[in-house]
């Protein structure tokens, strides 16, 4: 089974797109009507869906760190800083890591772009 993708806010739609032309299996919180929800609620629900969390939020790596120190499940966090990767790279690496990755690599874990 491949990753599923879950798409923070502040991901620019051109990666959304990019992956979906790819094949890979992304759902965004605006099209779950998630787009007001905290951070900790996102983080929840996208891992309600059994999905990855993808963000460009720095806000969602402390979300994620205290999830991690207090034993709260999560599906995953990746995260990847909005100036320091292009959307192609972005595009890139989302979908290799879909692709290849199991959703139990990702469980509890934060992982950062670029790879």
């Known amino acids: 089974m491949s990753i599923k993708l879950y798409m923070d806010v502040h991901v620019r739609r051109a ?3 990019g992956l979906r032309l790819r094949g890979v299996d992304v759902v965004t919180a605006q099209e ?3 787009e007001r929800m905290l ?3 996102l983080l929840r629900r996208a891992s309600e869906l059994d999905r990855v969390l993808f963000s460009q939020d720095d ?3 402390s ?3 205290s999830c991690q120190k207090s034993g709260e499940r999560f599906a995953g966090v990746i995260y990847a800083h909005q100036l320091r990767i292009s ?3 972005c595009i890139e690496d989302l ?3 879909a692709e290849i ?3 139990e690599d990702m469980a509890d874990r934060v992982e950062y772009l670029p790879l």
């Open 95 to 97: 979908s290799l890591i």
């Open 32 to 34: 779950d009507n998630a």
């Open 39 to 41: 951070d900790d609620e």
């Open 59 to 61: 806000d969602l790596l």
């Open 15 to 17: 990666v959304t797109v």
């Open 101 to 103: 990755g199991e959703p």
């Open 87 to 89: 959307i192609g790279q």
């Open 63 to 65: 979300v994620a760190a």
